[in-house]
Nanobody, 123 residues
Framework: QAQLVESGGGLVQPGGSLRLSCATSGFSGNYYTIGWFRQVPGKQREGVSC????????WHSKSVRGRFTITRDNAKKMVYLQMEALKPEDTAVYYCATGPVPPCVEANLWHYWGQGTEVTVTS
């Protein structure tokens, strides 16, 4: 049973930066993908950045491309989302997820989720 625990959310001004962390445990397999999703009230959970464990292939949504970076530290079993040049529209609850799925496919196809960490971008 995989377990994912996010941290690092908070309040930040527009243009600022945050790094989200996801501590992972309980799963293995090179066919897994790690992803970061976000959700705002009333909207579907959307894929933001995803990384394929097998080949380190990375995918970012158009809205964050060039601003967000997903990385992983295998030794620490951590996955990070570095967020730069944050905008008010980045405000959301951010979730870490994993599963044997292609990068950033629909949220309902993923197997395991963390509890989420809230990011608020406001002046």
């Amino acid at each position: 049973q995989a377990q994912l625990v996010e941290s690092g959310g908070g309040l930040v001004q527009p243009g600022g930066s945050l790094r989200l962390s996801c501590a992972t445990s309980g799963f293995s397999g090179n066919y897994y993908t790690i992803g970061w999703f976000r959700q705002v009230p009333g909207k579907q959970r959307e894929g933001v950045s995803c990384l394929s464990i097998a080949d380190n292939n990375v995918w970012h949504s158009k809205s964050v491309r060039g601003r967000f970076t997903i990385t992983r530290d295998n030794a620490k079993k951590m996955v990070y989302l570095q967020m730069e040049a944050l905008k008010p529209e980045d405000t959301a609850v951010y979730y870490c997820a994993t599963g044997p799925v292609p990068p950033c496919v629909e949220a309902n196809l993923w197997h395991y989720w963390g509890q989420g960490t809230e990011v608020t971008v406001t002046s």
